[in-house]
């Protein structure tokens, strides 16, 4: 039903930043909350960042607060994560996410395929 599209991984020196953006072709974008996670070479997957449905709150890892920050644009049916101050630790492929449930769960109905991102030391 819903297939989520990122972009704008690439590779970055420490220190510098990226936006990534997550295109959706949902009817009802607005109904979702969304969410960015990572995943680095021999490491589990990590949750990055959420924002929710209704009022807008956003949430963040501890690794990435006050760094990156996560916004919508419903008309557009995207999310972004724009990233700041970016750490060779910051590398991994980044995925997004999109939850249909009507509270929050912890749990994600559609994802991404992934972008990566390379952080330079």
């Known amino acids: 039903q819903v297939h989520l599209v990122e972009s704008g991984g690439g590779l970055v020196q420490a220190g510098g930043s990226l936006r990534l953006s997550c295109a959706a072709n949902?009817?009802?974008?607005?109904?979702?909350?969304m969410g960015w996670f990572r995943q680095a070479p021999g490491k589990e997957r990590e949750f990055v960042a959420r924002?929710?449905?209704?009022?807008?709150?956003?949430y963040y890892a501890d690794s990435v607060k006050g760094r990156f920050t996560i916004s919508r644009d419903n008309a557009k049916n995207t999310v972004y994560l724009q990233m700041n101050s970016l750490k060779p630790e910051d590398t991994a492929v980044y995925y997004c996410?999109?939850?249909?449930?009507?509270?929050?769960?912890?749990?994600?109905?559609?994802w991404g395929q992934g972008t990566q991102v390379t952080v330079s030391s």
């Open positions: 996410a999109a939850d249909e449930g009507p509270r929050y769960s912890g749990a994600y109905d559609y």
């Open positions: 949902g009817r009802t974008f607005s109904s979702y909350a």
């Open positions: 924002i929710s449905r209704t009022d807008g709150r956003t």
